[in-house]
């Protein structure tokens, strides 16, 4: 497989060392800093460098944009006029409005690794980075079939969890679940100094819960404000509902409401578990078999039916006709009670679906 990383830093370089080691695949790399590219080959996250983005993608198959967010538009833009008409695009940005009209393109499918480290750079690259982690992919209705499950294949192959799910849905849970932390991180450390200084103090040494809640405090300014600008409008609603949520404390405490105050607490430690435990469970693996007409977007409309309710993909395969008006699309899940709900699923979509 001929796979282009545009975008060769931490992402990009373990998606290229992972794609070497693991499928032995030739990954050709783009950065505009020339440095980059020479620890990229350095490091072994590239087998050859491109002059610029349009050599990188020559003859790839499949493209991964991993530029900041600021960037991709017109570098997904950029990929996209010199892909071949076979090649799946895709991107990792953690947020997915700034490549919604990419996915006019069939090639273009949008993703985010949820996977990183608190290093950056090529030179922190790993092949095990996307190990076990959650890989958001986020189809277009004109999505490609044939490129989806190609797509789909490699990521489970890089060690990662593919999950379909609509680019808005993503948005408002990348919101939730990863912007504003660090949002949060950032105003309880300048809560912590501005409190310190007020009162002459010396910085004392940190507790850890201090230092696990504001270890993503200050991340790297030019790639977080890209973020935060991107994805304003849901961060902005999550912020809201944040100092609601604050403000119902405060109003606790100042009541000195101690049921009130054990509630809240006993359920954030249900909320946590909760949150730690999804996508953990194993099980044996069930494959169900689905009929479907040859139209564009209809894979990206099971996957993403399947994605909202939580039904984790393990596996895909295509099987067209002879005289490609329809075909069999494979799909294995983990579970009876996930595949049972699979089953129920695609069969409210319309589609035949079996179990094998």
């Known amino acids: 497989m001929r796979v282009a990383v545009v975008g060769v830093g931490l992402i990009g370089g373990s998606i290229g ?25 350095e490091k072994g996250a590239i087998d050859a460098a491109g002059a610029d983005v349009a050599e990188a993608v020559t003859g ?26 076979d090649c799946a695009v895709t991107d990792v940005g953690s947020t997915k409005r700034p490549v919604r009209a990419a996915a006019l393109d069939e090639r273009f499918i949008g993703g985010h690794p949820l996977a990183g480290a608190e290093t950056s750079g090529v030179m922190n690259a790993r092949a095990d980075l996307f190990e076990g982690a959650t890989w958001y992919l986020t189809p277009g209705e004109r999505a490609s079939g044939v490129l989806y499950e190609r797509l789909h294949r490699v990521l489970a192959a890089l060690g990662a969890r593919p999950a379909a799910i609509d680019s808005e849905t993503h948005d408002r849970v990348m919101a939730s679940v990863s912007h504003l932390p660090h949002v949060i991180a950032n105003v309880l450390v300048g809560q912590a100094a501005g409190t310190l200084s007020e009162g002459g103090e010396r910085m004392p040494a940190t507790g850890p819960s201090f230092r696990d809640a504001t270890r993503v405090a200050g991340a790297n300014g030019a790639v977080w404000t890209d973020i935060y600008l991107s994805n304003r409008d849901a961060l902005a609603a999550e912020i809201e509902e944040t100092i609601r949520r604050l403000g119902a404390v405060r109003q606790a405490l100042a009541s000195a409401d101690a049921g009130a105050i054990e509630r809240w607490n006993d359920t954030a430690g ?29 894979i990206a409309e099971i996957a993403l039916a399947l994605g909202r309710a939580g039904v984790n993909v393990v596996d895909m395969a295509l099987s067209p006709a002879d005289d490609f008006s329809r075909g069999v699309v494979a799909l294995w899940v983990r579970g009876d009670s996930d595949a049972a709900r699979a089953q129920e699923l695609i069969a409210a979509l319309d589609f035949p679906v079996l179990p094998a």
């Open 270 to 298: 249900e909320h946590r578990q909760a949150l730690l435990e999804v996508g953990l469970a194993g099980g044996p693996v069930r494959e169900l078999r689905v009929f479907v007409p040859n139209r564009p977007g209809v």
């Open 60 to 85: 790839a198959e499949l493209a991964f944009v991993a530029v900041p967010v600021g960037a991709l538009p017109a570098t997904v833009e950029q990929v996209l006029a010199a892909a071949p008409a």
């Open 17 to 41: 060392l992972a794609a070497r080691q693991r499928l032995e695949a030739r990954v050709t790399g783009y950065d505009h800093d020339p440095g980059v590219l020479a620890q990229a080959a």
